[in-house]
């Protein structure tokens, strides 16, 4: 053969090949975890140079079609939560058979992957425009809790207040109705449909991905009720080898600080729990169930509560059709408890009995007994939840994800409800050239609450909201912008529509380091509760008020993030330190406040109003460590939280209203005159400088240091004295204003726990909670738990 035919030869070969490179090629292939090789569903695959991807199916594989131009090579990125983010070279000759990818698990990441920021596809934490924070299963482990309330209240900026969940400062205590907070399973509210409170105890805490808690107006993709920011608990997929955990606890409670409050002497309450897990895979089905029952005596008199809860995830993945899944999930909980307002008072009463000994019927751990004050209550709490996911074979994702949550409540105060929320989400996500994710959908929300003593008769409410956010990313820069337009509709109200919009960046620097940048709307309509609520309790008469505004506010955050990381043969450290500088505006913010009051009865008039523009700047600093040294691990993490929570409706001091002076026990007439000028006077307003209920600090700290099978942990929280409450509360709740005197440098609490494995399947853990036995207050005239011991068995097959 000549040279020249030769040459021709070889030139009509590279033209064939680059042909066939710049036409469209396929990359197939499944990912797989390196140790189990169980397939990873949802994991992200993305081609940086030419701004593509997709995810796995439900059996780990996934097909990625893309044009590679006059490129020789490609780089192909995979990251899933909990594993290592690897990259994978590809060149023109490695197309052909199945690619089978390994992602190695990641015992602790200081960056991890997320949903909650964008609702339809994963992030690196530090990509993210807003702060969000992420709980690991390994940690949720660590805390040995029967519920999700303790890990909850460990989060840096976070604060609960009788199930009432606060993140920085976004509100305060509202007497059990009218969340800040959008609490969510798998991205689906869990709030009630009269109350609009979370059901945290629906909450599971044995199979759990992680938690992302998100700060700051959220209300573009998770509509009403996100003014301070989403809890999102994300529950596991099951495996492909059967999992069983079963867990068994023992609580005794120790005596209170003070030894005068304890109302039983002689005997030492108690509680205990069993919790039962299991999780797998039948062909194309994954199942998870878990059932739970816990009793306890409690700690305060007569306040024992029975609980039931089981829940059930079932998915199924036809290999029939490839990227389906179609799930149904179902959790109820039935509830007995007693409950109570506030205590009969903080000194104890004593009483000599008839066989000669002092017995307590009274102190901050008997309840009052005002009519209305204290009762015994059955609630049960039912929820199925459908969802349909398909994710197309050019990377488009339809989903839709619906929750009917029935909640009914039935009580020895004559003030029982039913209510329902029928909650429907439609999603659809898709990456568009440069490296845009666009995530678009509508949410369409039906709720009805029934109770003829407490609201009144029957209300109906319903909503829409249409929403989209994109999210793109320019070399170093991740830019977010997002928009969502609502209308809502509660019986005969004229309806109302606002639109909320939403915008971020973030910048990388360098290598670890990330500033940020975001603005962000939000808003929440006044509840069922809020609204209609008619009723008597404890000194206090509700009365509704139908009419009042839905609140409205933004956030504004400035955030810088710095990783750091050590990686040598006797040391590795991982760790970042994060910094953020906040302020969160509301208008018409809604809170019951006192109308009047009968000097005849000490009976309190009250109702919500729309009583204050708020303005709440505040600094957080938060950070997370990791060591390993030889057969030693440690673990640092935790934040400080400053607030500054400002009324900028208050009135001046000489108008503000100051009820302190009172003591109900000790009634005198020069008090009976101070309080009538006061009540009487319409320019007196209880309206202070600081927010009601927020404290000026929370901290958050978490040490743990493990050695072999064994590890010790001690967990920090410290919230600041609680400035502003309202004045009414003097009146009604015997003793506050002394207890307050008493107490005014806020509260430190800590917990220890011990933990040993045994061996791989079994664990034995020691908890005491409060270990100094500290003595505050959760709410005005409720007071904490006393130290407590708790032993727990776990075991896992």
């Known amino acids: 053969m000549s040279l020249k035919t030769t040459l021709l030869a070889l030139l009509f070969l590279t033209g064939i090949v680059s042909l066939g490179w710049s036409q469209q ?254 999780s797998r895979r039948i062909g194309d089905f994954g199942l998870s169930g878990q059932i739970n029952y816990i009793q306890d005596q409690g700690y305060r008199q007569d306040t024992e509560r029975e609980q039931f809860r089981a829940l059930i995830l079932a998915k199924y993945t036809p290999k029939s059709v490839p990227g389906l899944t179609i799930g149904l999930n179902g959790t109820v909980r039935i509830d007995s408890s007693g409950q109570s307002l506030y205590w009969s008072s903080y000194f104890p009463d004593t009483l000599m009995g008839s066989d000669g000994q002092d017995s307590i019927v009274g102190g901050a751990l008997v309840p009052d007994r005002t009519a209305g004050a204290f009762r015994r209550q059955l609630t049960t709490f039912f929820a199925l939840d459908p969802t349909v996911k398909y994710l197309t074979s050019k990377g488009d994702l339809f989903w839709y994800r619906g929750r009917f949550l029935y909640n009914q409540a039935e009580n020895t105060t004559a003030q029982g409800s039913r209510n329902y929320i029928a909650y429907n989400d439609f999603l659809y996500q898709k990456t568009l050239a440069k490296n845009i994710n666009l995530v678009a959908g509508g949410t369409y929300t039906f709720s009805q609450a029934n109770a003829d003593s407490l609201y009144g008769g029957i209300h109906q409410g319903n909503s829409f909201g249409a929403y989209a956010q994109a999210d793109a990313k320019f070399g170093r820069l991740n830019a977010s912008l997002g928009f969502r337009y609502e209308t809502v509709k509660i019986d005969t109200i004229p309806r109302e529509s606002r639109p909320i919009f939403r915008a971020g960046l973030n910048y990388k620097i360098g290598r670890g380091t990330n500033i940020r940048a975001s603005f962000g709307q939000a808003f929440r309509v006044p509840t069922v509760a809020e609204r209609f609520t008619s009723t008597t309790g404890g000194g206090l008469l509700i009365e509704p ?65 729309n009583v204050a523009n708020a303005q709440i700047t505040g600094i957080e600093l938060t950070t997370l460590n990791h060591f390993d040294i030889n057969k030693w691990s440690f673990n640092l993490s935790g934040g400080v939280t400053w607030l500054d929570p400002v009324n900028q409706d208050a009135v001046p001091d000489s108008l503000q209203m100051d009820l302190s002076f009172w003591d109900p026990a000790n009634i005198t007439i020069v008090d009976l005159i101070r309080l009538q000028e006061q009540i009487n006077n319409p320019e007196i307003q209880d309206a202070p400088t600081v927010l009601k209920y927020r404290p000026k600090w929370l901290i958050r700290g978490n040490v743990s240091v493990g050695y072999g099978p064994a590890s010790l942990s001690a967990n920090y929280r410290y919230r600041s004295f609680i400035e502003s409450i309202d004045q009414f509360l003097f009146v009604i709740v015997q003793d506050l204003n002394t207890f307050r005197v008493d107490h005014p440098n806020g509260e430190h609490v800590l917990d220890l726990i011990a933990n040993y494995d045994l061996n791989d399947h079994h664990t034995i853990s020691l908890v005491v909670d409060n270990a100094f036995n500290e003595e505050f207050m959760i709410i005005p005239g409720l007071l904490a738990p006393q130290r407590r011991f708790t032993l727990q068995y776990h075991v896992r097959f």
């Open 25 to 278: 090629q396929t990359i197939r292939g499944t990912v797989v975890d390196e140790q189990t090789m169980e397939p990873l569903p949802g994991a992200t695959l993305i081609i940086p140079q030419l701004n593509v991807g997709t995810y796995t199916k439900d059996d780990g594989s996934f097909s990625l079609t893309f044009e590679p131009g006059n490129r020789t090579t490609i780089s192909l990125v995979v990251t899933y939560t909990g594993y290592s983010r690897i990259t994978v070279p590809v060149d023109a000759e490695s197309f052909s058979g199945v690619r089978e990818i390994k992602l190695i698990p990641e015992a602790l990441s200081t960056d991890d992957v997320v949903i909650t920021a964008t609702k339809g596809f994963e992030q690196q934490q530090s990509d993210v425009t807003s702060s969000i924070a992420v709980v690991k299963p390994q940690s949720i482990d660590l805390q040995a809790t029967p519920d999700m309330s303790r890990v909850i209240n460990q989060i840096p900026g976070v604060d609960n207040q009788d199930g009432q969940i606060n993140i920085r400062g976004s509100s305060g205590f509202a007497y059990g109705v009218g969340s800040r907070v959008m609490v969510s399973l798998d991205g689906l509210p869990l709030l009630t449909g009269d109350a609009g409170i979370a059901a945290i105890d629906m909450l599971p805490v044995d199979n759990i991905a992680q938690v992302e808690v998100l700060k700051g107006a959220s209300s573009v993709l998770y509509g009403s009720s996100a003014l301070g920011g989403v809890v999102n608990v994300i529950t596991a997929d099951a495996p492909e080898e059967p999992v069983t955990s079963i867990r068994l606890r023992g609580t005794i409670y120790g005596d209170p600080k003070n030894k005068a409050l304890i109302y039983n002497p002689g005997d030492r309450n108690w509680a205990g729990s069993a919790h039962i897990y299991h």
């Open 545 to 609: 008020n139908p009419n009042i505004k839905s609140e409205f506010g933004y956030s504004l955050e400035l955030g810088a993030r710095q990783g750091y990381k050590i990686d040598n043969s006797r040391i590795n450290f991982i760790g970042y330190l994060d910094a953020a500088l906040f302020q969160m505006d509301y208008d018409n913010m809604v809170e019951f406040g006192i109308d009047g009051l009968n000097l005849a009865t000490f009976q309190g008039e009250f109702s919500t109003r």
